[in-house]
Protein backbone atom coordinates (compact mmCIF):
# COMPACT_ATOMS: atom_id res chain seq x y z
CA UNK A 1 0.00 0.00 0.00
CA UNK A 2 1.09 3.12 -0.97
CA UNK A 3 -0.05 6.82 -0.04
CA UNK A 4 1.49 9.72 -1.28
CA UNK A 5 0.50 12.98 0.80
CA UNK A 6 1.37 16.90 -0.47
CA UNK A 7 4.31 15.61 -2.39
CA UNK A 8 6.35 18.47 -2.99
CA UNK A 9 9.89 19.00 -4.55
CA UNK A 10 11.77 22.06 -5.79
CA UNK A 11 15.26 22.61 -6.80
CA UNK A 12 16.25 25.86 -5.64
CA UNK A 13 13.92 28.18 -6.93
CA UNK A 14 12.15 25.74 -9.47
CA UNK A 15 9.24 23.18 -8.36
CA UNK A 16 9.50 19.96 -9.93
CA UNK A 17 6.22 18.12 -8.44
CA UNK A 18 3.72 20.14 -7.59
CA UNK A 19 1.39 18.69 -4.56
CA UNK A 20 0.84 14.81 -5.44
CA UNK A 21 -1.51 12.97 -3.66
CA UNK A 22 -2.22 9.82 -4.85
CA UNK A 23 -2.93 5.84 -3.45
CA UNK A 24 -1.64 2.93 -4.63
CA UNK A 25 -3.16 -0.43 -3.33
CA UNK A 26 -1.42 -3.25 -5.54
CA UNK A 27 -0.98 -4.33 -8.88
CA UNK A 28 0.95 -3.01 -11.96
CA UNK A 29 0.93 1.56 -12.48
CA UNK A 30 2.18 2.88 -15.34
CA UNK A 31 4.10 6.28 -14.85
CA UNK A 32 3.99 8.02 -18.19
CA UNK A 33 4.48 11.76 -18.90
CA UNK A 34 6.89 13.99 -21.26
CA UNK A 35 10.35 14.35 -20.42
CA UNK A 36 10.58 16.75 -18.14
CA UNK A 37 7.26 15.76 -16.09
CA UNK A 38 8.90 14.84 -13.17
CA UNK A 39 8.93 11.01 -13.34
CA UNK A 40 12.08 10.26 -12.35
CA UNK A 41 12.23 12.44 -9.44
CA UNK A 42 9.01 10.54 -7.76
CA UNK A 43 10.11 7.63 -8.79
CA UNK A 44 13.57 8.46 -6.53
CA UNK A 45 11.33 9.60 -3.56
CA UNK A 46 9.22 6.56 -3.95
CA UNK A 47 12.25 4.76 -3.69
CA UNK A 48 13.80 6.66 -0.79
CA UNK A 49 17.05 7.78 -2.26
CA UNK A 50 15.66 11.40 -2.59
CA UNK A 51 13.90 13.48 0.07
CA UNK A 52 10.33 15.48 -0.72
CA UNK A 53 10.82 19.32 -0.04
CA UNK A 54 7.49 18.77 1.81
CA UNK A 55 4.88 16.20 1.76
CA UNK A 56 5.68 12.58 2.74
CA UNK A 57 5.04 8.57 1.02
CA UNK A 58 3.77 5.99 3.30
CA UNK A 59 5.23 2.47 1.69
CA UNK A 60 3.34 -0.30 3.41
CA UNK A 61 3.34 1.99 6.54
CA UNK A 62 6.86 3.37 6.51
CA UNK A 63 7.43 6.92 5.98
CA UNK A 64 10.10 8.09 3.43
CA UNK A 65 10.79 11.37 5.85
CA UNK A 66 11.26 9.38 9.06
CA UNK A 67 11.72 5.98 7.85
CA UNK A 68 13.58 5.69 4.84
CA UNK A 69 15.25 2.63 5.63
CA UNK A 70 12.56 0.56 6.45
CA UNK A 71 11.13 1.64 3.05
CA UNK A 72 14.15 0.32 0.98
CA UNK A 73 13.90 -2.56 2.55
CA UNK A 74 10.20 -2.62 0.83
CA UNK A 75 11.62 -2.36 -2.58
CA UNK A 76 13.62 -3.42 -5.56
CA UNK A 77 14.53 -0.52 -7.54
CA UNK A 78 15.88 -0.41 -10.80
CA UNK A 79 16.83 3.40 -11.76
CA UNK A 80 16.72 4.64 -15.48
CA UNK A 81 21.05 4.85 -15.29
CA UNK A 82 21.85 2.26 -13.68
CA UNK A 83 25.49 1.31 -12.93
CA UNK A 84 27.11 -2.24 -12.74
CA UNK A 85 30.47 -3.14 -12.05
CA UNK A 86 32.20 -3.95 -14.90
CA UNK A 87 34.56 -6.48 -13.72
CA UNK A 88 32.57 -8.69 -11.79
CA UNK A 89 30.60 -11.53 -13.60
CA UNK A 90 26.35 -11.81 -13.56
CA UNK A 91 27.03 -14.39 -10.89
CA UNK A 92 29.57 -12.52 -8.64
CA UNK A 93 27.18 -9.02 -9.17
CA UNK A 94 23.96 -11.08 -7.87
CA UNK A 95 26.30 -12.63 -4.86
CA UNK A 96 26.62 -8.84 -4.37
CA UNK A 97 22.88 -8.03 -4.38
CA UNK A 98 22.40 -11.04 -1.89
CA UNK A 99 25.21 -9.46 0.67
CA UNK A 100 22.97 -6.12 0.15
CA UNK A 101 19.62 -7.69 0.22
CA UNK A 102 20.46 -9.98 4.10
CA UNK A 103 17.80 -9.02 5.35
CA UNK A 104 15.67 -10.68 3.04
CA UNK A 105 14.71 -14.31 4.33
CA UNK A 106 15.92 -16.22 0.99
CA UNK A 107 18.23 -19.27 -0.17
CA UNK A 108 20.59 -16.88 -1.81
CA UNK A 109 21.83 -19.87 -4.36
CA UNK A 110 18.39 -20.17 -4.90
CA UNK A 111 17.40 -17.16 -5.39
CA UNK A 112 20.31 -16.18 -8.04
CA UNK A 113 19.98 -18.85 -10.11
CA UNK A 114 16.13 -18.18 -10.07
CA UNK A 115 16.98 -14.96 -11.70
CA UNK A 116 19.30 -16.05 -14.35
CA UNK A 117 17.40 -18.85 -15.54
CA UNK A 118 13.93 -15.86 -15.73
CA UNK A 119 16.26 -12.79 -16.86
CA UNK A 120 18.31 -15.22 -19.92
CA UNK A 121 22.01 -15.00 -18.36
CA UNK A 122 22.64 -18.61 -17.55
CA UNK A 123 24.68 -19.19 -19.94
CA UNK A 124 26.33 -15.68 -19.27
CA UNK A 125 26.52 -15.80 -15.55
CA UNK A 126 30.30 -16.48 -15.40
CA UNK A 127 30.97 -13.37 -17.99
CA UNK A 128 32.30 -10.06 -16.60
CA UNK A 129 29.99 -7.28 -16.78
CA UNK A 130 31.89 -5.51 -19.25
CA UNK A 131 31.76 -8.02 -22.25
CA UNK A 132 27.75 -7.72 -21.93
CA UNK A 133 25.24 -5.82 -24.43
CA UNK A 134 23.30 -2.94 -23.33
CA UNK A 135 20.49 -5.14 -23.25
CA UNK A 136 22.18 -7.93 -20.71
CA UNK A 137 22.50 -5.30 -18.66
CA UNK A 138 19.37 -4.15 -18.27
CA UNK A 139 18.38 -7.64 -17.55
CA UNK A 140 20.83 -8.14 -15.02
CA UNK A 141 19.45 -4.67 -13.31
CA UNK A 142 16.01 -6.39 -14.06
CA UNK A 143 17.41 -9.15 -11.97
CA UNK A 144 18.24 -7.43 -8.73
CA UNK A 145 15.66 -5.51 -8.50
CA UNK A 146 13.24 -8.47 -8.63
CA UNK A 147 15.94 -10.26 -5.65
CA UNK A 148 13.73 -11.47 -3.11
CA UNK A 149 10.36 -10.43 -4.48
CA UNK A 150 9.60 -7.43 -2.51
CA UNK A 151 6.64 -5.93 -1.89
CA UNK A 152 7.02 -2.90 -3.83
CA UNK A 153 9.05 -3.07 -7.28
CA UNK A 154 10.02 0.42 -9.31
CA UNK A 155 11.02 0.43 -12.87
CA UNK A 156 12.04 3.65 -14.48
CA UNK A 157 12.41 2.95 -18.28
CA UNK A 158 13.11 -0.62 -18.02
CA UNK A 159 12.84 -1.68 -21.70
CA UNK A 160 15.53 0.37 -22.67
CA UNK A 161 18.26 -1.60 -24.73
CA UNK A 162 15.95 -4.56 -24.86
CA UNK A 163 15.14 -6.10 -28.20
CA UNK A 164 11.40 -7.25 -29.03
CA UNK A 165 11.99 -10.61 -27.57
CA UNK A 166 13.30 -9.21 -24.44
CA UNK A 167 10.91 -6.48 -23.95
CA UNK A 168 8.20 -9.24 -24.20
CA UNK A 169 10.11 -11.34 -21.86
CA UNK A 170 10.16 -8.30 -19.75
CA UNK A 171 6.40 -8.16 -19.36
CA UNK A 172 4.98 -11.16 -18.84
CA UNK A 173 7.86 -11.70 -16.03
CA UNK A 174 6.51 -8.56 -14.72
CA UNK A 175 2.47 -9.09 -15.29
CA UNK A 176 3.69 -12.59 -13.02
CA UNK A 177 5.08 -10.84 -10.24
CA UNK A 178 2.13 -7.86 -9.90
CA UNK A 179 -0.07 -10.58 -9.41
CA UNK A 180 1.57 -10.83 -5.94
CA UNK A 181 2.87 -7.73 -5.20
CA UNK A 182 2.88 -3.80 -6.32
CA UNK A 183 4.91 -2.75 -9.11
CA UNK A 184 5.28 0.95 -10.69
CA UNK A 185 6.74 0.88 -14.00
CA UNK A 186 7.87 4.38 -15.56
CA UNK A 187 8.22 4.23 -19.52
CA UNK A 188 7.79 5.74 -23.01
CA UNK A 189 6.81 2.75 -24.62
CA UNK A 190 3.09 2.53 -24.98
CA UNK A 191 2.86 -1.24 -25.53
CA UNK A 192 4.45 -1.75 -22.19
CA UNK A 193 1.72 0.05 -20.49
CA UNK A 194 -1.06 -1.13 -22.31
CA UNK A 195 -0.35 -4.80 -21.89
CA UNK A 196 1.00 -4.68 -18.65
CA UNK A 197 -1.01 -1.79 -16.32
CA UNK A 198 -4.16 -1.92 -14.25
CA UNK A 199 -3.92 1.69 -13.22
CA UNK A 200 -2.42 4.65 -15.74
CA UNK A 201 -1.25 8.10 -14.24
CA UNK A 202 -0.40 10.55 -16.00
CA UNK A 203 2.15 13.20 -15.00
CA UNK A 204 2.86 16.44 -16.73
CA UNK A 205 5.11 19.53 -15.56
CA UNK A 206 5.31 18.11 -11.96
CA UNK A 207 1.26 17.62 -12.10
CA UNK A 208 -0.72 14.68 -12.16
CA UNK A 209 -3.42 14.99 -15.02
CA UNK A 210 -4.56 11.82 -14.95
CA UNK A 211 -5.12 8.53 -12.62
CA UNK A 212 -7.46 5.91 -13.90
CA UNK A 213 -7.26 2.73 -16.59
CA UNK A 214 -6.11 2.16 -19.97
CA UNK A 215 -9.35 2.69 -21.17
CA UNK A 216 -10.53 5.47 -19.62
CA UNK A 217 -6.94 7.24 -21.15
CA UNK A 218 -7.90 6.09 -24.50
CA UNK A 219 -11.16 7.33 -23.88
CA UNK A 220 -9.78 11.13 -23.67
CA UNK A 221 -8.99 11.28 -27.42
CA UNK A 222 -12.96 10.15 -28.22
CA UNK A 223 -14.14 12.78 -31.05
CA UNK A 224 -10.82 13.99 -31.85
CA UNK A 225 -9.25 11.73 -33.95
CA UNK A 226 -9.02 12.01 -37.58
CA UNK A 227 -8.44 9.84 -40.22
CA UNK A 228 -7.33 10.77 -43.84
CA UNK A 229 -5.25 9.95 -47.24
CA UNK A 230 -3.22 12.68 -48.71
CA UNK A 231 -1.00 13.22 -52.12
CA UNK A 232 2.10 13.37 -51.61
CA UNK A 233 2.58 16.75 -53.17
CA UNK A 234 0.18 17.64 -50.17
CA UNK A 235 2.88 17.14 -47.39
CA UNK A 236 3.13 21.07 -46.46
CA UNK A 237 -0.72 20.41 -44.94
CA UNK A 238 0.55 18.86 -42.79
CA UNK A 239 1.84 21.58 -41.07
CA UNK A 240 0.76 22.89 -37.53
CA UNK A 241 -1.71 19.29 -37.01
CA UNK A 242 -0.61 16.89 -33.99
CA UNK A 243 0.45 14.25 -36.33
CA UNK A 244 0.03 10.39 -34.70
CA UNK A 245 0.57 8.64 -37.82
CA UNK A 246 2.09 9.30 -41.85
CA UNK A 247 2.26 6.48 -43.60
CA UNK A 248 3.33 6.62 -47.24
CA UNK A 249 1.46 4.44 -49.52
CA UNK A 250 1.83 3.92 -52.81
CA UNK A 251 -0.75 6.33 -54.04
CA UNK A 252 0.03 9.06 -51.61
CA UNK A 253 0.25 9.17 -47.43
CA UNK A 254 -2.14 7.58 -45.22
CA UNK A 255 -2.61 9.96 -42.27
CA UNK A 256 -4.10 10.11 -38.83
CA UNK A 257 -3.99 13.05 -36.91
CA UNK A 258 -5.72 14.92 -33.28
CA UNK A 259 -8.01 17.59 -33.58
CA UNK A 260 -10.76 19.33 -32.15
CA UNK A 261 -12.34 19.78 -35.20
CA UNK A 262 -11.83 17.73 -38.61
CA UNK A 263 -8.68 18.94 -40.74
CA UNK A 264 -9.70 18.22 -43.80
CA UNK A 265 -13.77 17.65 -44.95
CA UNK A 266 -12.83 14.29 -46.14
CA UNK A 267 -11.00 13.30 -42.85
CA UNK A 268 -13.20 10.89 -40.65
CA UNK A 269 -13.16 10.48 -37.41
CA UNK A 270 -11.87 7.10 -36.00
CA UNK A 271 -11.46 6.02 -32.26
CA UNK A 272 -8.60 7.03 -30.58
CA UNK A 273 -5.63 4.13 -29.54
CA UNK A 274 -4.28 4.74 -25.95
CA UNK A 275 -1.03 6.69 -27.28
CA UNK A 276 -3.37 9.05 -28.92
CA UNK A 277 -5.80 8.97 -26.14
CA UNK A 278 -2.54 10.18 -23.57
CA UNK A 279 -1.26 12.73 -26.66
CA UNK A 280 -4.73 14.54 -26.60
CA UNK A 281 -4.90 14.81 -22.88
CA UNK A 282 -1.25 16.45 -23.27
CA UNK A 283 -1.63 18.90 -25.55
CA UNK A 284 -5.04 20.25 -23.70
CA UNK A 285 -2.38 20.74 -21.18
CA UNK A 286 -1.05 23.56 -23.07
CA UNK A 287 2.37 21.67 -24.56
Same mark, same amino acid.
Given at each position: ?7 ? @? ?6 ? /???? $? ?16 ? #? ?19 ? $? ?30 ? &? ?5 ? %? ?11 ? #???? /?? =?????? %?? !?? #? ?7 ? @? ?7 ? /? ?24 ? !? ?16 ? =? ?5 ? +? ?8 ? &?? /? ?44 ? +? ?32
Amino acid at each position: MIEVSHLT @KQFKKKKV /LHDL $NLSVEGGMVGLIGPNGAG #KTTFMRMLAAVAKPSSGDIIV $NGYSIQKEASSVRKEIGYLPQHFQLYPQLTAS &EFLDYTG %QLKQDRDYDHEME #KNRL /LD =VLNLRS %QQ !NQ #KIKTFSNGM @KQRLGIAQA /LYGEPSLMIFDEPSAGLDPEERLRFR !NIIADVSSRRTVILSTHI =VEDIESS +CDTLIVLNKG &EI /LFIGTPFDLQCKGNGLVWEFDLEVDDWNQLAGLQMTLTKRKADGLH +CRAISTVAPFDFAEAVNPTLEEGYMALIGRDGT
